[in-house]
């Protein structure tokens, strides 16, 4: 032959994959090429494509290939059944002498090609044609996330718990087994205990093995909505392994989760400045610097991550964060753009029930909220279902929705709240929000969002000597904008328009961005001048009164 046939192995053993591809071209297409080498040499061009990201191609050759082995008469196969695997090739040109393919090898491939392109469905078909007892740990994997991906989980449950039986450090499984709702105790059971065909060390029990079993108590407290007991585990963890990442990363999303914003933005940005290129989790600081109105850091989050990887779901939705402001409908786009490229990723469809509803289309918001929770049902999406659903006056159904909140969060004050929040969304059960609000406040007394909630009761009730009072506890603690913005509006409502004044402007020197601040600053200087601001608010109120009306008529009903 005119190429010796073990170049492409060379070449793609040295990851000269464009190179390995326009060489395969010429080898299959070779006069000298006889049917019972071209089913090798289809392979390798199949791996060099695949490696390529020409998956339509590879899979057409990864094909071809099967094909071309089949026919191959049956007494020339029986030399060998040994796998031409990607990870275990001969250089020898001898190699080439042996027919035989590992057909499930090449229907892997096939599959891996098809996940790939998100093909869920046709991949597990090819994945399905592969004997269970022919899977590898690298099949085994890819069957799970097709099960779990396709919504079958208990095939998907079946495959992770096979991948810890092979090897325990298989970390996507363990964080996947705790979302499927398998418990911790469960999960160690299936780490191996003696020596497997491998030869691999057991896991022992003692202290090298320790961190492992905290890291699985970690996801599975996260998982149940333990987050609290997921933290401490997780700030345990990261004694030992300082400056890790991924903990720091943990920690954070879940800080986000539950509202502790400070904490939250520290972390990811510990992050960034140990390593500026990680991508994943970086949509949820983006989101975090939006609720800080930080646009300058924002800015830069995006050229960055724009810069690392522009095909990420991640870099979508902190597009999306970043536009909201110019434009929601672009935003959409985005967040769309980002549930595309994968259909599992939770912020992109957070980000789009919120845009949603900022676009006064709430029935399309719950479906969005509706997608993130069967994905992971935490606060968030409670928040957003709650929300939307109040703002179409469907409050059987939000109160439904907090409940559920409620009792998966039983120790959550934030939850507490919703329920609070959907009482308080007509007059006829103030009395029951305002005992939800301050039961929320006894479970987290430093819980600002259940303050405000609950001064904002007073006021509607008359009571803003109270609603002070409350509010001004907070303020040794809290440089919070939100905070001055509801003690400005109590004061202009009593008409101690200085002390209205201060805290407006104390608001916008902690935000400039801050709108309602801004408004509301408006507003009072007209006030100021013996100008009368109430007229435009007038006519708000009187839609929030016959919202109130409306929802008090569906409760009856």
């Not at 020596?195 to 060390?201: E, K």
């Not at 109160?399 to 559920?404: D, F, G, H, N, Q």
Request: glycine letters at 4%; one cysteine or more.
């Amino acid at each position: 032959m005119d190429v010796p046939k073990e170049q492409i192995t060379a070449l793609l053993d040295n990851a000269l994959f464009n190179s390995a591809q326009l060489l395969g071209s010429f080898l299959v297409s070779s006069s000298t090429v006889n049917a019972e080498t071209s089913p090798h040499l289809k392979v390798l061009l199949g791996d060099a494509l695949f490696r390529e990201r020409e998956y339509r191609r590879a899979i057409h050759t990864y094909k071809q290939a099967l094909q071309y082995y089949k026919i191959i008469p049956k007494q020339n196969s029986t030399s060998s059944r040994s796998a031409l695997s990607a990870s275990n090739r001969s250089s020898s040109p001898n190699s080439f002498n042996i027919c035989a393919i590992n057909e499930n090898e090449v229907k892997f491939k096939i599959a891996s090609c098809h996940f790939a392109l998100s093909e869920n469905k046709v991949a597990l078909v090819e994945m399905e044609g592969i004997p269970s007892k022919a899977r590898n740990l690298q099949m085994s994997l890819l069957m799970a996330k097709l099960y779990r991906n396709t919504k079958h989980t208990r095939g998907a449950v079946t495959c992770y718990r096979e991948c810890l039986r092979q090897c325990p450090y298989v970390i996507e499984a363990i964080i996947a087994l705790a979302e499927l709702g398998a418990s911790a105790k469960d999960i160690i059971s299936l780490f191996p205990q003696t020596p497997n065909r491998g030869g691999r060390a057991q896991l022992d029990h003692g202290d090298s093995s320790r961190w492992l079993q905290r890291y699985v108590e970690a996801q599975c407290c996260i998982a149940s909505n333990d987050y609290k007991g997921g933290l401490e585990l997780l700030a345990e963890l990261l004694q030992r392994f300082p400056n890790n990442t991924h903990i720091l990363l943990e920690m954070a999303k879940v800080e986000a989760i539950i509202g502790k914003n400070d904490e939250a933005i520290m972390n990811f940005e510990k992050v960034r400045s140990i390593d500026p290129y990680v991508v994943t989790y970086m949509d949820e600081y983006a989101m975090l610097l939006k609720m800080k109105s930080d646009y300058s850091k924002l800015n830069k989050l995006v050229h960055d991550l724009l810069s690392i990887d522009p095909t990420r779901p991640e870099v979508f939705v902190a597009l999306s964060v970043l536009w909201e402001r110019k434009d929601e409908r672009g935003a959409l786009s985005y967040a769309e753009k980002s549930i595309k490229i994968d259909e599992r990723h939770i912020p992109g469809y957070l980000m789009k029930g919120n845009l949603l509803l900022a676009l006064k289309r709430p029935e399309s918001a719950v479906m969005a909220f509706r997608g993130a929770q069967e994905l992971r049902a935490d606060l968030r999406s409670y928040q957003g279902l709650v929300h939307s659903y109040l703002a179409f006056s469907k409050v059987k159904e939000a109160l439904y929705a907090a409940r559920e909140a409620m009792k998966a969060m039983p120790q959550s004050a934030k939850a507490l709240k919703l329920v609070g929040d959907v009482h308080a969304s007509n007059s006829g059960g103030r009395e029951k929000a305002k005992k939800f609000y301050e039961s929320a406040l006894r479970l987290e007394p430093g819980y600002l969002g259940a303050a405000l909630a609950l001064a904002e009761l007073h006021v509607i009730e008359g009571r803003n000597g109270d609603a002070v009072s409350l509010l001004e506890r907070y303020l040794k603690d809290w440089a919070d904008d939100s905070l001055h913005v509801k003690l400005a509006q109590v004061f202009a409502a009593t008409n101690m328009l200085q002390d209205s004044l201060s805290h407006y402007q104390s608001a916008l020197r902690i935000n400039p961005q801050n709108e309602a601040a801004k408004k509301g600053l408006e507003r009072l200087e007209k006030q100021m001048k013996g100008v009368d601001p109430d007229a435009p608010e007038e006519e708000e109120e009187n839609e929030v009164d016959d919202a109130d009306a409306e929802q008090e008529e569906a409760e009856l009903l």
